[in-house]
């Protein structure tokens, strides 16, 4: 008897590993993000991991597929300003799908509304602009690029072949395999969540 418990014993780390080895849409810090249950309920939605370099496709929630993306030249915090070379962390929906200079663009809704109000709370946006965002989101628009808080934020592949394997970006999310936008490309469509995770 002895032996088995010491064989149970031995695979119970085993065990506590793969349990974790799973990608799951629950990340710590999930509430910095609101509810992301519409994240979770849409047939198709998006995470990406910005610490994991890593963006995730998700069928009503399950993670399927994944794959590795480069992100803005200075990738650690959200975007809070146009020219910070920041990737946004939240929340957002892709606005439009249009081919690019990098193969690809699905453009995101940044800044999204929680990004403005903040932004207009903190005097970093002008009531005007504020006005300007909102009004495009609340039409299904993508948000004007040429306000404080920067824009024109997208997932998209490089124009150089082989793709860059480092952060270099304005603040878009690169990835890794120009083959693979494409086919992402194919697959979204205007009003699929994103939540970008730290």
């Given at each position: 008897?002895?032996?088995?418990?010491?064989?149970?014993?031995?695979?119970?780390?085993?065990?506590?590993?793969?349990?974790?080895?799973g990608l799951h849409l629950s990340h710590?810090?999930?509430?910095?993000?609101?509810?992301?249950?519409?994240?979770?309920?849409?047939?198709?939605?998006?995470?990406?991991?910005?610490e994991r370099r890593e963006l995730v496709l998700l069928h009503h929630g399950v993670p399927g597929e994944s794959f590795p993306v480069r992100l803005g030249r200075n990738p650690v915090g959200h975007k809070v300003r146009q020219g910070d070379k920041r990737t946004p962390e939240g929340v957002y929906r892709v606005c439009n799908?249009?081919?690019?200079?990098?193969?690809?663009?699905?453009?995101?809704s940044y800044p999204n509304n929680e990004d403005a109000h903040r932004a207009l709370a903190e005097n970093r946006l002008s009531a005007g602009e504020y006005g300007r965002i909102v009004a495009a989101l609340e039409t299904g628009r993508c948000p004007p690029a040429d306000t404080a808080l920067g824009g024109f934020v997208g997932i998209h592949g490089d124009r150089e072949d082989p793709p860059r394997r480092y952060d270099w970006t304005d603040g878009c999310i690169a990835l890794t395999s120009n083959e693979d936008v494409l086919r992402l490309?194919?697959?979204?469509?205007?009003?699929t969540p994103v939540v970008i995770y730290p």
């Open positions: 008897m002895p032996w088995r418990v010491l064989s149970v014993l031995a695979v119970l780390p085993l065990l506590g590993a793969l349990s974790g080895c710590a810090g999930d509430e910095a993000y609101g509810d992301p249950t519409g994240v979770r309920d849409a047939p198709l939605a998006l995470a990406v991991y910005k799908v249009k081919p690019s200079q990098y193969r690809s663009f699905l453009g995101l490309s194919a697959l979204v469509a205007p009003g």
